[in-house]
């Protein structure tokens, strides 16, 4: 087993008589992106403040590289701590200084760059976070997710090794909450960090994450892969995660993974064996370029939409859906038979080039300069299924089978002047 | 019968300690402020030396002159209007009282003496407390309260190295010249009611000013100013940087208790530190 990156034993930390963490003992992989969820005032932004150093625990140990902070000397904690960067939940950007000052800041005043070599990093990490036009800005003259991006490229601008993000998409809208954390596991990806997230944003993040960590009651009572969390019978699972997944369903239309495989549990239940049921795999395959030409937001309004279509079409037959991976959706539709779904799937086509594409581009012309359009595939694949078939095989073969079925074709700024 | 008597007793005792308590409660309240003060100078002394350590950091030169330019730059016209008005009031008093001696001729002398010994040094150090104090209290308690100190951190960039130290640099820069802008205005202020409004001879006026102000007591205006400096910078800094710990506030109650300190305590040692250093430099 390798050793992890950082490892709580033990760790108990009060303010005053109030006991917060009462002996957490967790592990943190490298190269991973670990989530730590639980309940508002849990005590999830105290367990990441002590990891960097800005809190330290009353009792127990707290290792890097399976080395004691409390047996380091300064300058290897200084060393140890100069890998990390923390995203605030509340950004704490510097509100006297300009977009470009904040994210310059660490190369300023850690570094012995050049003017010329800061501009460029700079300036680059602001393109690559879509804030180019606010370059010059007070953060006081941005949105919140502006705020976001402000906060995340300067936490990456001086390519640490970790990064903690406490609460990312606190006080975002669904659509940007999404697009922050596509933009995550994006750049986690890309730069090769390990990411530690606080978030109360499931399941989305299970998308995102290689591991979950479930703190409650002052304790760590779960770590684990998004997968091993299905199986975990716990008090936390009714009070977190089952109010949270209530609040998901109603803010998007989607049902979550588990509540998905529930339903679907529910619905082969009340059937005699040998009834079908479809599955469909849907897919956006240019996702990643929207993401690189038109940026997140784009990507999530996409999704968003396509989740709308795909509940409007199917929803009416009984079927229900959920997000499998970031840019895939499995629709089950019971009682149904293939021929059937090809039809709805036409009619779905049709109705989702001609208003969605429609309402899709209406968002984007403000954001699609000329000559940079993206048109996006629709890929899906269909299979059927039997109560007594393996739910993840029938999804493996609806998976095999995806082709193109339709083009969201791009509509240029210029047309619209027309 | 017994159980009443043991529970008279009790009461009784009760009472007493109660009573033992309200007649203690006095020197209760008088220790703990006192260990309280003990330790708020000790964190403040420490706070101090720590900052002083980073003063010759890197890139330090470009932050302290811009905290010259807030600190002292920016204070120099109030400097001069409070400064130019003190003297003509000083002129003013000095000649009405010495006249009843024939004494006028010694107003340029006692209005210089009191302005470089005593009043530059001390109404400058108010006037920056005033103006830049509080808003130095202030800014860093908005930086404390809102977590740009601990982004500082995760950064891996000294907060005292970045926001306190070219503050208290700056502070010994600017105390001094500005305290010098004030006696020399101070003067000029003397001068314009003396002799322009009372008619007072000017050679007299300046002769006596050049005939009794020595050397030593520009110097020792400018240890007080320097002085001072160090109170005010440190008080300041302190107050505003442990804007959070406070327990009488939190969020933006907190900065704003901790600016009226930093400046209700930074006036309350001007005064004290004057007169102890005022007495060591007699």
């Known amino acids: 087993m390798a050793i992890p990156l950082i490892e709580f034993k033990n760790v108990t930390k009060r303010f005053g008589t109030k006991t917060v963490l009462d002996r957490v003992n967790l592990q943190i992989y490298e190269g991973e992106v670990t989530t730590i969820i639980g309940l508002s005032g849990s005590g999830k932004s105290v367990l990441l403040k002590q990891m960097i150093g800005l809190m330290k625990p009353e009792e127990g140990t707290i290792l890097f590289r399976g080395k004691p902070l409390s047996e380091m000397k300064k300058k290897e904690i200084i060393a140890s701590f100069a890998q990390m960067s923390y995203m605030f939940q509340d950004n704490a950007l510097f509100d006297s200084m300009t977009v470009y000052e904040n994210v310059a800041l660490p190369l300023v005043e850690t570094t012995n760059l050049g003017k010329a070599e800061i501009d460029r990093r700079v300036l680059a990490r602001i393109e690559q976070t879509e804030l180019g036009d606010a370059v010059h800005k007070y ?18 601008i001086t390519d640490p090794r970790i990064v903690l993000f406490d609460e990312p998409t606190s006080g975002q809208d669904p659509v940007r909450k999404n697009a922050i954390l596509t933009m995550i596991a994006q750049y986690q990806r890309k730069f090769g960090f390990t990411a530690i997230l606080v978030s109360h944003e499931i399941p989305d993040v299970y998308f995102i994450s290689n591991r979950i960590l479930a703190l409650y009651d002052r304790q760590i009572v779960f770590q684990g892969t998004p997968e091993e969390l ?18 998901q369903k109603e803010l998007s239309g989607l049902y979550s993974k588990r509540q998905f495989e529930i339903l679907n549990r529910v619905q082969m239940k009340r059937k005699e064996m040998g009834e079908k049921y479809c599955v469909i795999i849907f897919a956006l395959e240019e996702l990643n370029e929207i993401i690189a030409k038109l940026g997140h937001d784009a990507a999530q309004e996409a999704i968003h939409a396509m989740g709308l279509y795909v509940d409007k079409h199917f929803g009416s037959l009984g079927g229900f859906s959920t997000r499998n991976r970031l840019n895939e959706f499995i629709t089950m539709v019971p009682y149904s038979e293939l021929a059937d779904i090809q039809v709805v799937l036409q009619d779905f086509i049709k109705d989702f080039q001609e208003k969605g594409n429609n309402e899709i581009w209406a968002l984007y012309r403000k954001l699609v300069p000329l000559g940079q359009c993206v048109d996006l595939s629709i890929l899906a694949g269909v299979a059927q299924g039997r109560p007594f078939d393996e739910i993840d095989s029938v999804i493996e073969s609806a998976r095999s089978q995806q082709k193109e079925i339709g083009r969201l074709r791009c509509i240029e700024r210029r047309r619209e002047k027309r | 019968m017994a159980i009443n008597e043991t529970r008279q007793n009790r009461l009784e005792n009760e009472k007493k300690q109660q ?10 309240l008088i220790g703990r402020s006192v260990i309280n003060g003990v330790n708020h100078l000790g964190a403040a002394t420490i706070f101090l030396c720590l900052a002083i350590t980073k003063i010759f950091g890197r890139k330090q030169l470009f932050k302290t002159l811009q905290q010259v330019y807030y600190i002292g730059a920016r204070s120099m016209t109030i400097i001069m209007l409070v400064s130019l008005f003190t003297g003509m009031v000083l002129g003013l008093q000095s000649y009405h009282a010495l006249v009843k001696f024939g004494a006028q001729g010694a107003v340029g002398s006692l209005v210089s003496l009191s302005l470089i010994m005593e009043l530059g040094p001390v109404l400058t150090a108010i006037m920056i407390t005033a103006r830049a104090g509080s808003a130095i209290a202030a800014e860093i308690g908005i930086q404390r309260i809102s977590e740009q100190i ?23 820069i600017s105390f001094p010249l500005l305290t010098a802008v004030f006696d020399l205005v101070g003067i000029i202020g003397g001068y314009i009611s003396g002799v322009i409004l009372l008619g007072l001879n000017a050679g007299v006026y300046t002769h006596s000013v050049k005939a009794y102000v020595e050397i030593s007591d520009i110097t020792n205006g400018f240890t007080k100013a320097i ?40 006036c309350v040692l001007i005064l004290v530190s004057d007169y102890i250093v005022t007495s060591l430099l007699m």
Not at chain 1, 230 to 247: C, G, Q, R, T, W
Not at chain 2, 19 to 28: A, G, K, Q, S, V
Request: aromatic share 10%; charged share 15%; hydrophobic share 45%.
């Open chain 2, 19 to 28: 009573e033992d308590i309200l007649l203690l409660r006095p020197f209760t």
């Open chain 2, 227 to 266: 002085v001072f400096a160090l109170i005010v910078s440190t008080v300041c800094c302190y107050q505003g940087y442990f804007a959070h710990m406070r327990t009488d506030g939190r969020g933006a109650k907190a900065v704003g208790l901790a600016t009226t300190s930093a400046v209700v305590i930074s």
């Open chain 1, 139 to 156: 953060p006081s003259e941005l949105s919140g997710g502006m705020q976001k991006r402000v906060a995340l490229a300067r936490a990456l």
């Open chain 1, 230 to 247: 299905e199986n975990f019978d716990h008090p936390f699972k009714d009070e977190v995660i089952y109010s949270l997944e209530a609040l």
């Open chain 2, 150 to 172: 601990d982004a500082l951190h995760t950064m891996q960039i000294n907060p005292l190295q970045y926001l306190v130290s070219p503050k208290i640099t700056a502070a010994f």
